[in-house]
């Protein structure tokens, strides 16, 4: 896969910038004062180990957890204290791991779910739209969600979530569970939803596929970031090949 050419971050403000952002669960702190920016165009990955702070450093962009300190941007304006659905509005949209659909509903009904917040008159340009990504969903979309497969089910999560025509789309883990050339379709789909406009940050276990379509890539150990930077240089760091790319460590020169 290919990327597309990452926009010149240096003249123009992050669409969206983290700073200083720092999260806890009770006594347990999961994020310390981590720095982020993200520009708009890119596909940005978070990789790192689990516990590492990625799924938290998403639910605190999408409003589902409350920041202990620091601040959270999006085009210059604070959101930090923003409700959930309100980002929504403002153009944030994340799909959350494990998917989450609503089982008893139709493919339909959960599409139209993403757009509940919605009062123009685009709904209907939208869900063709998504099925146009997604022809398998516009197959099965009298079927109940539930009766998916879960690589369907995966297609469905990412649909709803652009039916909110988001601004910045976050995805969590969205190749967890799925089979190999599933794994690689929804790759290519997150590349071509990046290229039709759409700002992408990418948590991802499988670094190897995310570092190949990503623009910049954050690596994240114990709530702090440790490594940050263009994906290719990311890509060729050694402690990054050993640790998530399954590479050898090096043995020194005799």
Same mark, same amino acid.
């Given at each position: 896969?290919?990327?597309?050419?990452?926009? =010149?971050?240096?003249?123009?403000?992050?669409?969206?910038?983290?700073?200083?952002?720092?999260?806890?669960?009770?006594? *347990?702190?999961?994020? $310390?004062?981590?720095? &982020?920016?993200? $520009?708009?165009? !890119?596909?940005?990955?978070?990789?790192?180990?689990?516990?590492a702070g990625k799924t938290t450093t998403?639910?605190?962009?999408?409003?589902?957890?409350?920041?202990?300190?620091? /601040?959270?941007?999006?085009?210059?304006?604070?959101?930090?204290?923003?409700?959930?659905?309100?980002?929504?509005?403002?153009?944030?949209?994340?799909?959350?791991?494990?998917?989450?659909?609503?089982? $008893?509903?139709?493919?339909?009904?959960?599409?139209?779910? @993403? %757009?509940?917040?919605?009062?123009?008159?685009? *709904?209907?340009? =939208?869900?063709?739209? +998504?099925? @146009?990504?997604?022809?398998?969903?516009?197959?099965?979309?009298?079927?109940?969600?539930?009766?998916?497969?879960?690589? !369907?089910?995966?297609?469905?999560?990412?649909?709803? %979530?652009?039916?909110?025509?988001?601004?910045?789309?976050?995805?969590?883990?969205? /190749?967890?569970?799925?089979?190999?050339?599933?794994? /690689?379709?929804?790759?290519?789909?997150?590349?071509?939803?990046?290229? /039709?406009?759409?700002?992408?940050? &990418?948590?991802?276990?499988?670094?190897?596929?995310?570092?190949?379509?990503?623009?910049?890539?954050?690596? #994240?150990?114990?709530?702090?970031?440790? #490594?940050?930077?263009?994906?290719?240089?990311?890509?060729?760091?050694?402690? +990054?090949?050993?640790?998530?790319?399954?590479?050898?460590?090096?043995?020194?020169? %005799?």
């Amino acid at each position: 896969m290919k990327t597309t050419k990452p926009p =010149d971050g240096g003249a123009v403000p992050p669409l969206l910038s983290i700073a200083n952002l720092t999260v806890s669960y009770g006594v *347990v702190t999961a994020l $310390h004062g981590i720095d &982020l920016d993200v $520009h708009e165009g !890119e596909i940005v990955a978070l990789i790192g180990s689990n516990g590492a702070g990625k799924t938290t450093t998403l639910a605190a962009v999408a409003g589902l957890l409350k920041p202990d300190a620091g /601040s959270i941007r999006l085009r210059g304006e604070v959101i930090t204290t923003i409700r959930p659905d309100r980002l929504v509005a403002r153009g944030i949209s994340m799909v959350q791991e494990g998917r989450q659909v609503v089982p $008893h509903l139709t493919v339909t009904e959960n599409l139209l779910v @993403g %757009a509940y917040l919605r009062v123009d008159d685009g *709904v209907q340009l =939208d869900l063709d739209r +998504v099925f @146009g990504i997604f022809p398998r969903l516009q197959e099965r979309r009298q079927q109940s969600a539930g009766s998916l497969s879960g690589g !369907e089910q995966q297609m469905l999560a990412i649909g709803r %979530a652009l039916m909110a025509r988001p601004k910045i789309l976050l995805l969590d883990e969205p /190749s967890m569970g799925l089979a190999p050339l599933v794994i /690689s379709r929804i790759f290519e789909v997150i590349r071509d939803i990046n290229q /039709s406009g759409v700002t992408i940050v &990418l948590v991802e276990q499988n670094a190897i596929q995310a570092l190949r379509i990503a623009h910049r890539a954050y690596v #994240l150990e114990k709530g702090r970031i440790c #490594l940050s930077g263009a994906a290719a240089e990311v890509r060729r760091n050694q402690a +990054v090949v050993e640790s998530y790319l399954g590479g050898k460590k090096r043995r020194p020169a %005799a």
